[in-house]
């Protein structure tokens, strides 16, 4: 069964030159709102963020498009190094246009607040949860292709959709042990292939 680009995960459409592009735009974004997200967490409006962060994200980001992805730890430990970097180069740019002009007072509180051990600790929490989420959508995507329209399809509508077993069964055509057989089965394949690429990069 062949996939579709729409299909593929991120980590496959970011090392493959026809998809790169989209999947690029699709990285930034999802980049910018962890780190918006991470903004509203530490009581930093993120809008108030928004020229100094676009200017720190065009610094570190400029240069890593050629990202290929090759394993599961590799993309790990890149976006864990990204997230430390931008970081490092947020709080750099933030104090440098602090100097350069009068701020609230309470404003210079709230992004004081950003450059402490624990709220670095908390961005790279963040990012480690989605590498873990892509490093997923990887095994799955390899797990998906080499299974039968109707396996994945059972998987998905437990899995994905919360259908109840017999409600799949009916839809299915199936016994219900055949759709827990199934389900079973795709887990322990994407299992296989998690233990698998952590392997490869030990």
Not at 43 to 53: L, Q, T
Not at 147 to 176: G, H, K, Q
Request: charged share 25%; net charge neutral; hydrophobic share 45%.
């Amino acid at each position: 069964m062949s996939l579709s680009h729409t299909d593929l995960s991120l980590l496959e459409r970011m090392g493959d030159s026809r998809y790169r592009a989209d999947a690029w735009a699709v990285f930034v974004d999802r980049y910018t709102q962890l780190f918006f997200t991470w903004f509203k967490h530490w009581g930093v409006d993120p809008y108030s963020m928004e020229d100094v962060f676009q200017e720190s994200m065009i610094r570190v980001l400029g240069d890593i498009k050629s990202f290929h992805h090759q394993r599961k730890g590799s993309f790990r430990a890149w976006l864990k190094a990204l997230a430390r970097n931008s970081w490092l180069q947020l709080i750099e740019d933030t104090h440098r246009q602090m100097a350069q002009r009068e701020v609230d007072p309470i404003r210079v509180t709230n992004w004081g607040l950003l450059s402490q051990k624990n709220a670095a600790n908390h961005l790279l929490e963040l990012f480690d949860s989605w590498a873990a989420e892509e490093v997923l959508n990887l095994a799955m995507s390899r797990v998906r292709v080499r299974c039968t329209s109707d396996v994945w399809e059972t998987y998905e509508r437990i899995s994905f959709r919360n259908e109840s077993v017999a409600n799949v069964s009916l839809i299915m055509n199936i016994p219900s042990v055949q759709v827990y057989d199934r389900v079973s089965h795709i887990r322990k394949l994407i299992r296989i292939e998690l233990a698998e690429m952590e392997a490869a990069d030990s």
